[in-house]
């Protein structure tokens, strides 16, 4: 076992003592004078409408309804603040690339989303969540660019692994790592996930561990 794989482990545990605390919600934001302080590490997640967010921030809280899962697409135009207990905050962004959202919405919630991305300084790291089956689309880049923009760092999580054949799944991987390397800001490696399946829950909550540590 080399140092590394040593050091992943011990995160790993870390990040499953973390997450056994239990996290709560303590505050949305339509509005960025709705923002709340900045107290705790921050570790923000976004992606498509239906990517699979609500079902990841459940399975690595092991909360069944802590974000809600399957609602219509769209609905959730709040930036959601939850407090995981007092180590660290996990922030939901509005999903984004909801067809039958109006212009004004979108208008609104980008601004928003922008208000918080530029001036958090407790912001460890959005996690860019991308729908295995799709790869990521030109709605996702213009998120990336944004993100590089606004000097956040960030990584990206593919969601619904367990939908994918093994060679589907080996493409996708390699595709999405290629794409994220383009990018500065960009954590150099991709999060292999399945909130269903329970799959890559574990490293990911190791990886937070190790960002707010
Ligand atoms: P959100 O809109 O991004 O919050 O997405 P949701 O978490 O509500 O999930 C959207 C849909 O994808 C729901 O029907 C979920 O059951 C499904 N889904 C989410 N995660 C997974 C997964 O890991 N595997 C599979 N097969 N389906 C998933």
């Not at 996708?172 to 500065?184: C, F, P, Q, R, Y």
């Not at 990886?207 to 540590?213: P, R």
Request: glycine share 8%.
């Amino acid at each position: 076992m080399t140092e590394t794989d040593e050091g992943e482990l011990a995160d790993i545990e870390q990040g499953r003592k973390l997450f056994l605390r239990p996290c709560q919600f303590v505050a949305g934001a339509m509005t960025a004078d709705q923002l709340p302080d900045m107290q705790l590490p921050e570790i923000a997640f976004a992606g498509r409408s239906n990517v699979g967010k609500s079902s990841l921030i459940n399975a690595l809280t092991n909360q069944k309804s802590l974000a809600r899962t399957s609602q219509t697409p769209g609905r959730t135009r709040q930036l959601n603040f939850f407090d995981c207990g007092e180590r660290l905050c996990l922030v939901d962004l509005p999903g984004y690339g909801y067809a039958k959202a109006s212009k004004t919405d979108i208008k609104a919630w980008t601004g928003l989303t922008l208000d918080f991305l530029k001036g958090r300084a407790t912001l460890k790291r959005v996690m860019l969540l991308i729908d295995s089956r799709r790869g990521i689309g030109d709605k996702d880049r213009e998120i990336m660019s944004i993100f590089d923009k606004s000097a956040v760092s960030w990584a990206v999580v593919l969601t619904k692994i367990d939908k994918l054949s093994a060679t589907e799944k080996t493409a996708v991987t390699a595709n999405t790592l290629a794409e994220a390397a383009k990018h500065v800001a960009a954590w150099p490696g991709v999060f292999v996930t399945s909130a269903e399946k329970a799959v890559g829950i574990d490293e990911l909550r190791g990886h937070i561990f190790s960002l707010i540590d």
